[in-house]
C-alpha cells in the first residue's frame, strides 16, 4: 500500500511529532538568523513584520502536516463507507486514498517554482544585501511552505478527480441518498484544511500594516482550492444522481400515460410522484452539511476580526 511517509512515522509514534519537530527547527533556525543578522530590519518594513512572516513560515508546514494523518484517514474511511454502492471498492481505495509519486513530485516541483519566483528580486539583485544569510534562509522557507501547499494540493485534488470517477459508476438511489454523504465528508474535510490555513494568514500583519502582496497568492489559490474541494468530489455522483432522476421521469411519464384516467386516485398519486421526484436535489450535499461548509467560509474572517480586536485591546492598554 503507498501510505504516504508523513502517516506511517505518525501511526507508529505520534500525529504531533513531526509537526513539532518542523515548527522548532524552523523557529530556532530563523531566531538565530534573525539575531545575528543586525541589519534585517533594513529590509523589512519592521520586526514585526519580519516576526508574522517568520511565524507564517514555521507554522503552514506544521499544521499541514499535522492534517495529513487525519485526512488520510479519513479519506480511506469514507472510501470503506462508499464499498455497498462502489461496483469496485478495491480501485476506489486506490484512486483516493493512495496518491501516486508522480503527483506529489509534480505539486512539489510546481510549488518549488512559486516560491523561488516570489523572491525574484532578491535572486537578481545587482547589489548584495547586508542581511545575505536570513535573506536567503526566508527564500528557503519560503520554498518549504509553498512546496508543503502545492504538495497537498496535488494530493487532494487528485483524490477529489478519483471521487469524481467513481461517482460516474456509483449505484445512486434518489430516494436513499445518505449512503452518498463520504462524497461530500472528503469534500468539506478539504474545505475545513483550507480555511484553518487562511486563519494564518493575519500573522503576516503583526505590525498592524496590510499589504496585498502578503495575501494576495494565499487568498486566490485557496479560493480556486476551495471551489474545486467543493464541486469535484461530488461532480460524478451529482451526474449519476440527475441521470437515475430522469430515468424515473420517464417511467413515471409512461405510467402516467398509460393510467386509465378515470382511476383519479391512482393518477393523482403518480403526477404527486413526479413532482416529489423533479424537486430533489440532484447533489448528495444536504442542507446540514450545506451549512456547515458556509460555516467553515467564516473561519478566516473570525480569525482576522479577533486579532485586530486583540491587537485594538493591547493598544488601548499601551
Keep these: 500500500m503507498n501510505t504516504l511517509w508523513l502517516v506511517r512515522v505518525a501511526d507508529r509514534s505520534h500525529p504531533l511529532l513531526v509537526p ?17 543578522n543586525t541589519g534585517a530590519l533594513e529590509v523589512w518594513p519592521s520586526e514585526a513584520a519580519l516576526w508574522g512572516a517568520i511565524l507564517v513560515y514555521c507554522l503552514i508546514p506544521a499544521y499541514f502536516f499535522l492534517c495529513t494523518p487525519y485526512i488520510w484517514h479519513r479519506s480511506e474511511a469514507a472510501v ?10 478495491a480501485f476506489a481505495e486506490r484512486r483516493v486514498a493512495q496518491p501516486p509519486l508522480w503527483v506529489q513530485v509534480l505539486g512539489i516541483i510546481v ?3 512559486h516560491g523561488v519566483l516570489q523572491y525574484q528580486s532578491l535572486l537578481f539583485s545587482p547589489e548584495p544585501s547586508d542581511s545575505v544569510l536570513l535573506d536567503y534562509s526566508m527564500l528557503a522557507a519560503n520554498v518549504i511552505v509553498w512546496a508543503t501547499i502545492f504538495w497537498l494540493l496535488a494530493w487532494r485534488l487528485y483524490s477529489a478527480s478519483g471521487l469524481c470517477r467513481i461517482g460516474f459508476s456509483v449505484r445512486a438511489d434518489i430516494y436513499d441518498k ?6 461530500v465528508q472528503v469534500a468539506m474535510l478539504d474545505i475545513l484544511v483550507v480555511m484553518g490555513a487562511l486563519a494564518l494568514m493575519p500573522l503576516q500583519s503583526l505590525d498592524a500594516e496590510f499589504r496585498w ?9 485557496g479560493a480556486f482550492s476551495i471551489l474545486f474541494f467543493f464541486a469535484l468530489p461530488q461532480w460524478g ?14 417511467e413515471l411519464r409512461q405510467a402516467i400515460n398509460g393510467c386509465d384516467h378515470a382511476d383519479v386516485v391512482r393518477l393523482h398519486a403518480l403526477v404527486s410522484h413526479r413532482q416529489i421526484i423533479q424537486s430533489t436535489s440532484s447533489w448528495p450535499v444536504d442542507l446540514k452539511m450545506l451549512t456547515r461548509s458556509l460555516f467553515y467560509l467564516v473561519i478566516p474572517p473570525l480569525a482576522w476580526v479577533g486579532a485586530a480586536l486583540v491587537e485594538d485591546i493591547v493598544d488601548r492598554f499601551l
Design 237 to 250: 455522483v451529482h451526474r449519476s444522481l440527475v441521470a437515475r432522476r430522469a430515468e424515473r421521469l420517464e
Design 80 to 89: 470503506r463507507a462508499l464499498t455497498p454502492v462502489l461496483p469496485d471498492p
Design 178 to 183: 445518505r449512503p452518498l454523504r463520504p462524497f
Design 111 to 113: 510549488g518549488v517554482t
Design 213 to 221: 502582496e502578503n495575501y494576495e497568492a494565499g487568498l486566490i489559490i
Design 20 to 36: 513539532l519537530l518542523w515548527l522548532t527547527l524552523s523557529l530556532g533556525y530563523l531566531t538565530l538568523v534573525k539575531n545575528l
